[in-house]
């Protein structure tokens, strides 16, 4: 049930990495990354919570390396894991050593906190004779202090030096297996930032609003953050920061891409209208019971809820299936031709019923067993006739019919 995308922008070429089975720039699939949030020492815990972020659509799960536990952690995670695992590091480059000898298969370094030459230069090499690509994670928040003075503050020229200075001492050991990202909590700073470093360089850009906080501010910020540099063809992978559960992260991730035709959608997109006074139903209710019962059924199907007939099937034709509400029934369509109509209260379950046997039969299939005369009857229950009086302010009865309209004298004679 899918139809081809349409590109939003051509996306900026970069060069290619492979982060484990995952490639990342050179025109490859746009990826999902998140973070755990358990201590990396519990190796049971972190595994349950990554095979719940790649189900939820995350491609790349990043686990802090923090200490000489989490090391050994990492050890006990990565044969286990159902995605590549990328080891975080600060300060200490023996965590990224240690990482490595872990199995990881990509590396995050920040490189206004591991500031020595001699040890990013060591972490690079040994990166390099593993195959381990690295991330160049510049953070508005942590600059190298003395790239913060020099351009007086956290400015995007500041970001894209940060990471400019760490290329060039990858580049000493001869090792450009990178990505970059120069992320910050303030949008516009981030999006700049952002567009300096495509302009700069042609490696793959991680893309992600840091410490966005809470949702839905979270997922505001994030969207605007993402989406805008999506948008211009900028980014090859990207992650929501947010205050909240992980697999939040990943779930807006996936979707953000899926409904900018950046992936292919795996599950329901659903259409509603945001109702209005003419609906016939309460759609904000019919909408959720609708999301709620077919996410469920892991259905790769574009869904509309209509509240009137105004807006459904005709706004709604693209969709694959859908209804539309008449006077306490429901129009049941398929590609905007209507198939069935059902009672108000039947309306979830008909459209739930109908949407499992499109996915399995296929849509001439369910086109040929539409119920005979439903176009007819969807057609009626939308021509009934209003009601064809009313009374009016200050008692008076207003009469409605066609063109001719005729005011009644006042109940009360003054």
């Given amino acids: 049930m899918t139809r081809p995308s349409l590109q939003i922008a051509q996306r900026r070429p970069t060069r290619q990495i492979r982060i484990g089975s995952v490639l990342v720039g050179g025109g490859a699939p746009i990826s999902v990354q998140s973070m755990t949030t358990t201590k990396t020492r519990d190796v049971e815990g972190t595994l349950s919570q990554i095979w719940a972020l790649a189900a939820a659509g ?6 802090t390396c923090n200490d000489s536990d989490a090391a050994a952690g990492l050890a006990g995670i990565v044969p286990r894991s159902p995605v590549p695992i990328v080891a975080d590091v600060h ?16 590396l995050r370094l920040n490189p206004g906190n591991l500031r020595k030459p001699q040890e990013i230069k060591l972490v690079a090499t040994e990166a390099k004779a593993r195959g381990v690509p690295i991330r160049i994670g510049v953070n508005a928040g942590s600059l190298h202090p ?11 020229e500041a970001l894209v030096a940060s990471a400019r200075q760490e290329l060039e001492y990858f580049a000493e050991v001869d090792f450009y297996d990178v990505k ?21 360089f042609d ?26 540099l999506l948008a211009e063809g900028i980014g090859d992978t990207i992650r929501y920061s947010l205050t909240a559960d992980p697999v939040e992260e990943a779930r807006a991730g996936r979707r953000l891409l899926e409904v900018m035709g950046l992936r292919e959608r795996k599950g329901i997109d659903l259409v509603a209208c945001p109702s209005c006074g003419r609906s016939e139903i309460d759609v904000i209710k019919v ?27 005709g706004e709604a034709r693209e969709a694959d299936i859908g209804i539309a509400a008449g006077r306490h029934r429901g129009h049941l369509f398929i590609k905007g031709k209507i198939v069935r109509v059902v009672s108000e209260d039947a309306m979830v379950d008909a459209l739930v019923e109908e949407a499992e046997k499109l ?9 040929a067993a539409a119920d005979p005369g439903a176009e007819e009857e969807a057609d009626a229950d939308g021509k009934e006739p209003f009601v064809s009086s009313a009374v009016g302010p200050n008692g008076v009865a207003v009469q409605l019919g066609g063109a001719k309209r005729t005011q009644a004298t006042h109940l009360e004679q003054s």
């Fill in 58 to 63: 995350a491609d790349i799960v990043r686990c």
């Fill in 91 to 106: 300060y200490h480059y023996e965590m990224a050593l240690a990482a490595l000898e872990a199995g990881v298969q990509g």
């Fill in 146 to 156: 003395d790239i913060e003075r020099r351009y007086g503050g956290a400015t995007p």
């Fill in 180 to 200: 970059i990202s120069v992320k910050a909590s303030s949008v516009p700073l981030m999006v700049e930032a952002y567009r300096l470093a495509a302009d700069t």
């Fill in 203 to 228: 490696y793959p850009l991680h893309l992600g609003v840091t410490e966005a906080g809470p949702p839905p501010d979270g997922l505001l910020k994030g969207t605007a953050g993402i989406a805008a």
């Fill in 287 to 313: 909408a959720k019971a609708a999301e709620e019962a077919l996410a469920e059924r892991n259905l790769s199907l574009q869904v509309a809820v209509m509240g009137c007939v105004v807006n459904g099937p």
């Fill in 359 to 367: 996915a399995a039969e296929g849509v001439e299939a369910r086109l």
